[in-house]
């Protein structure tokens, strides 16, 4: 079992910047493919990035450019720089690992950390 707990989320303004953190319990950390998703009130759970074993990342459309995952694998913690955001960026921000390699396919999920960017 694999707990994620996250944390930084807030209350910002629009054009400014904030920094998501997700801490993993367990040993196995490097060994996941792991992702950040939001949910907006009202709409579907969405991945924004992910970042596999290998330190490779990917990113939804709507962030790239702005947003940017990293993984410190020997403090068992992901990361979500967030610059320049925007009132469309307010979500719940969660953290996910994956077994298996596939970051759109989690097993485990964190609480979620709530972030609002004011216009």
């Known amino acids: 079992q694999v707990q994620l707990v996250e944390s930084g989320g807030g209350l910002v303004q629009a054009g400014g910047s904030l920094r998501l953190s997700c801490t993993a319990s367990?040993?196995?950390?490097?060994?996941?493919?792991m992702g950040w998703y939001r949910q907006a009130p009202g709409k579907q759970r969405e991945l924004v990035a992910g970042?596999?074993?290998?330190?490779?990342?990917n990113y939804a459309n709507p962030v790239k450019g702005r947003f940017t995952i990293s993984r410190d694998n020997a403090k068992n913690t992901l990361y979500l720089q967030m610059n320049s955001v925007k009132p469309e960026d307010t979500a719940t921000y969660y953290c996910a690992a994956s077994v298996i390699g596939r970051v759109d396919l989690p097993k485990y999920w964190g609480q979620g950390t709530q972030v609002t960017v004011s216009s």
């Open positions: 970042i596999a074993r290998d330190g490779s990342q």
């Open positions: 367990g040993r196995a950390f490097s060994a996941y493919a």
